[in-house]
């Protein structure tokens, strides 16, 4: 038995086209969260009304960032995906964990530009706030497609995290099956 | 081959405790969203400066949706999680694809309306939005203890799930092993 389960923990990242796929995967939201990172940073508009900017809304500085650290963590993982080496636990544990950290991270970044893209559009009655946007429209463009950008990064995050889940729990046997197994094996034995 | 893999799918959900420990992870979030959503929902103030309701505010209209959908769902899979019967593969794909949607929904529920709140405590200068919570200082408190309690249902929704994705994915053998099994059964029956 201990020899069956230590195969392949050995041999999981074995296969090049698998291996490809994934840092091809990996390399994606990274170039994208650059993207939403540049066009984000030179996001500022000056009109007769004043000047916006993005750092003047704590939502688009969060966004700036999230983006930064999903890139560069998209950057790092992508590199130790591609080097064809002996998958352990631990490295599993690792790539599970932030790969579900960084898609909650981007996800709520993703969310809270767009409520306030939201409330810079339609603005709020009740609560005075004005519909920025009117004054501010080249601002809100922007900001709207840096958004854009980020949920796609999402999207590709919610991949990497079911990935990532497979490889690690697949490594487990189901709750049950272990004493199953083993019950199954002395009957191999015996025969 | 095929026996070794439909015995622990039968009897995956045997275990009592387990059980037990997973409805009652169901049941805690289905409170807790109730609570949020009760909260939420008798948030109103009036004041000299005029009334403030949670439905005058986009982001507390989703929570509220969201807070119900979850409590729903919670109930639902807390009963379908107790009743002992044979998990099958399609109910593991279901349970580990809705806890995951429930997750990012209830996660950018708590976000879109934790930024409203700062928001509203702090105004924005730069885009002349109120410091709303001067006047509505009742209404603000109110509507950050629905918040903090959507972020301890959130806490409870990344525990469940990996616990989904644990009882989906440990089912699935590691990607190489597949083959290397059926080498070592081929080298079982031969001796």
Redesign the interface.
């Known amino acids: 038995m201990g020899k069956?389960s230590a195969?392949?923990?050995e041999?999981?990242s074995?296969?090049p086209t698998?291996r490809t796929a994934e840092t091809l995967l990996r390399i994606l939201p990274m170039a994208l969260c650059v993207a939403a990172l540049v066009i984000m940073l030179k996001d500022s508009e000056t009109t007769d009304y004043?000047s916006?900017?993005y750092s003047?809304?704590?939502?688009f500085r969060y966004l700036v960032h999230a983006s930064g650290v999903c890139a560069g963590y998209s950057l790092l993982s992508a590199v130790v995906a591609a080097v064809p080496r002996p998958s352990t636990m631990s490295r599993a544990w690792a790539f599970f964990l932030l790969d579900?950290l960084l898609t909650?991270i981007i996800?709520?970044a993703a969310?809270?530009s767009?409520?306030?893209v939201?409330?810079?559009y339609?603005g709020?009655v009740?609560?005075?706030?004005?519909q920025?946007c009117g004054s501010y429209g080249g601002f809100c463009r922007k900001a709207t497609a840096s958004i854009a950008i980020t949920f796609v990064v999402t999207l590709c995050y919610?991949g990497l995290s079911l990935i990532s889940?497979?490889?690690?729990?697949?490594?487990?046997?189901?709750?049950?099956?272990y004493t199953?197994?083993g019950v199954?094996a002395a009957i191999?034995q015996s025969s």
Do not use: C, H
């Open positions: 069956e195969i392949p923990v041999n999981e074995g296969s698998m004043g916006l900017s003047d809304l704590g939502a579900q909650y996800l709520a969310s809270i767009t409520e306030v939201f409330l810079a339609k709020d009740s609560i005075t706030w004005s920025t919610v889940s497979y490889r690690l729990f697949s490594k487990y046997d189901a709750p049950i099956a199953n197994k199954e191999f």
